[in-house]
C-alpha cells in the first residue's frame, strides 16, 4: 500500500537554529498537509498546499514557517527559529484530490525536540 | 469554529467485549468524518473514512456510524483484541475547507 514518507523520525536542535523537516507524499497525489502535535494534546493543522502554494494555513503557521516542494516528490517544511514550544510531533498528509473521496493518509512523523 | 470532543478519554475493557467510542462536533456542515488509529509515538493510520452523505462505513470487525444533524458519530468495534489497543481519533473536514478537525482521542486499552 502507497505510503507517505518522512524524515528524519527524530530530530534534536538547538533552540534559535533552523529545521528542515522532510516528507515524500504518495506519488499520485495533488494535496499535501502539516499538522502537528504537541505531547499531551490535540492533532493541530497548520498549512496546505496545492500546485504550488499554499491554499489554507492556520494561525500558528506565522512567518517562521515555510513550505516548499523542491521538485516532484518532496515536501519539505522549514521552521527558520526554533523555539522550545516547537517541539512536538510534525506529521506530512497527502490526499488524492480536492473531492478527498479517499481520505487523508499520513506519514509516521517527525519527533522535533528544541532544547 | 468546529470543535470536536471524543468521549471518554480513556477506556479499558477485556479482550473479547464489543465496544463503542463516541465522537461529537459542533458544526454539521462537514464535508466527511475520518477515524484513524494512533499507536504511542507513531503514526495516524486511516480506519475508516466517511462521507456526509453516507449513514456508516464498515471494515472487518470496524464499524462507524454518521448521523450529521445531530453532530455525532460512533466507531464500533466487534469482538476486541488486545493488539487493539491504542488511542483513536477521530477528524472531520469542513464543507469549504482543506484541513481535518481533530479530537483529543480515546486512549483505548484491551485487557488479556
Known amino acids: 500500500e502507497p505510503e507517505v514518507t518522512q524524515t528524519p523520525s527524530h530530530q534534536v536542535t538547538q533552540m534559535g537554529q533552523e529545521v528542515i523537516l522532510r516528507c515524500v507524499p504518495i506519488?499520485?497525489?495533488?494535496?499535501f498537509y502539516w499538522y502537528r502535535q504537541i505531547l499531551g494534546q490535540k492533532v493541530e493543522f497548520l498549512v496546505s498546499?496545492?500546485?504550488?502554494?499554499?491554499?489554507?494555513k492556520s494561525e500558528i503557521f506565522d512567518d517562521q514557517f515555510s513550505v516548499e516542494r523542491p521538485d516532484g516528490s518532496n515536501f519539505t517544511l522549514k521552521i527558520r527559529s526554533t523555539k522550545l514550544e516547537d517541539s512536538a510531533m510534525y506529521f506530512c498528509?497527502?490526499?488524492?484530490?480536492?473531492?478527498?473521496?479517499?481520505?487523508?493518509?499520513f506519514g509516521s512523523g517527525t519527533r522535533l525536540t528544541v532544547v | 469554529k468546529q470543535e470536536v470532543t471524543q468521549i471518554p478519554a480513556a477506556l479499558s475493557v477485556p479482550e473479547g467485549e464489543n465496544l463503542v467510542l463516541n465522537c461529537s462536533f459542533t458544526?454539521?456542515?462537514?464535508?466527511?468524518l475520518q477515524w484513524f488509529r494512533q499507536d504511542p509515538g507513531k503514526g495516524l493510520t486511516s480506519l475508516l473514512l466517511?462521507?456526509?452523505?453516507?449513514r456508516e462505513q464498515t471494515s472487518g470487525r470496524l464499524n462507524a456510524s454518521l448521523d450529521k444533524s445531530s453532530g455525532r458519530s460512533t466507531l464500533y468495534i466487534a469482538a476486541s483484541q488486545p493488539g487493539d489497543s491504542a488511542t483513536y481519533l477521530c477528524?472531520?473536514?469542513?464543507?469549504?475547507?482543506?484541513?481535518?478537525?481533530f479530537g483529543q482521542g480515546t486512549r483505548l486499552t484491551i485487557n488479556p
Open positions: 498528509a497527502s490526499t488524492l484530490d480536492r473531492a478527498d473521496n479517499y481520505g487523508y493518509t
Open positions: 506519488s499520485n497525489h495533488l494535496y
Open positions: 498546499f496545492y500546485n504550488n502554494e499554499i491554499s489554507e
Open positions: 458544526d454539521s456542515a462537514i464535508y466527511n
Open positions: 466517511i462521507q456526509s452523505s453516507q
Open positions: 477528524a472531520v473536514r469542513r464543507q469549504g475547507a482543506q484541513k481535518l478537525v
